[in-house]
């Protein structure tokens, strides 16, 4: 695979977790890692070299990415966004994370309300 780019379309494979690309121009194709979340998991962790583990949620910022598995299984179930940030009285502390997603068409939901949506789930915070 000397001299490809890692994500180029629409000459690689859909289905390797290495690329990352979507065309609905002429064929509608994503690949793997586009469409589920626990694909695109694995593209970010390991191939991508563009997301860092963040060690806990609160450490997020807008844009980074955030993924549960719902039930501990070790598949990843479910990708959101941070869209927005809510201060604290002082300005300084981040009072709330607010997260958005295509399943539900959900836009600006608390992380607080989300986490306890997932009690049991395991969660992966990435920076983007």
């Known amino acids: ?6 994500g180029s379309f629409p000459i690689n494979d859909r289905t390797d977790p290495r690329y990352w690309w979507y065309n609905s121009l002429s064929t509608g194709a994503t690949t793997y890692t586009w469409a589920a979340a626990h694909n695109w998991f694995q593209f970010a962790r390991k191939y991508s070299g563009r997301v860092t583990a963040l060690s806990h949620v609160r ?3 807008i844009a980074d990415i955030l993924q549960v598995d719902t039930d501990s299984n070790g ?3 479910h990708s959101m ?40 789930g395991t969660w992966y915070a990435h920076r983007t």
Request: no cysteine.
């Open 59 to 61: 450490d997020m910022a």
């Open 1 to 6: 695979m000397a001299g490809k780019r890692f």
């Open 81 to 120: 966004i941070v869209t927005d940030i809510g201060l604290g009285g002082d300005g300084d502390e981040i009072d709330e994370h607010y997260m958005t997603y295509h399943s539900n068409d959900t836009k600006d939901k608390p992380l607080t309300s989300v986490l306890a949506t997932y009690p049991n």
């Open 75 to 77: 598949n990843i179930s």
